[in-house]
């Protein structure tokens, strides 16, 4: 069976920092691009950041341009989202995403993901 599973999330400071985590059990992320999404209450669902299946190509919402870095570890199966300098609009829970489609050789924050992980909760507030 093929899952992601998050971590990482937490309640946090304004202008603090958090690193997420997309672990893969099932499948290897090697050969696929993955996304990072949010959703707050009461919206819609946004696609945050994502990182090609080579790591070479990257994408952010320009709302986390410069504070947040996607990156991956193939070997621990793993990919990462580090999110510095918080804001309380960044408060969200923050699903990791597989695209499937192994021919895809980019990534994006609007393509189709196959798989979806069950979230963690990110709270940024004072």
């Known amino acids: 069976q093929l899952q992601l599973v998050e971590s990482g999330g937490g309640l946090v400071q304004p202008g603090e920092s958090l690193r997420l985590s997309c672990a893969a059990s099932?499948?290897?992320?090697?050969?696929?691009?993955i996304g990072w999404f949010r959703q707050a209450p009461g919206k819609e669902r946004e696609g945050v950041s994502c990182?090609?299946?080579?790591?070479?190509?990257?994408n952010y919402a320009d709302s986390v341009k410069g504070r947040f870095t996607i990156s991956r570890d193939n070997a621990k199966n793993t990919v990462y989202l580090q999110m510095n300098s918080l804001k309380p609009e960044d408060t969200a829970v923050y699903f990791c995403?597989?695209?499937?489609?192994?021919?895809?050789?980019?990534?994006?924050?609007?393509?189709?993901?196959?798989?979806w992980g069950q979230g963690t909760q990110v709270t940024v507030s004072s």
């Open positions: 995403a597989a695209d499937l489609n192994m021919f895809r050789t980019m990534c994006g924050i609007t393509s189709k993901y196959d798989v």
């Open positions: 990182i090609s299946r080579s790591g070479g190509n990257t």
């Open positions: 099932g499948f290897t992320l090697d050969y696929y691009a």
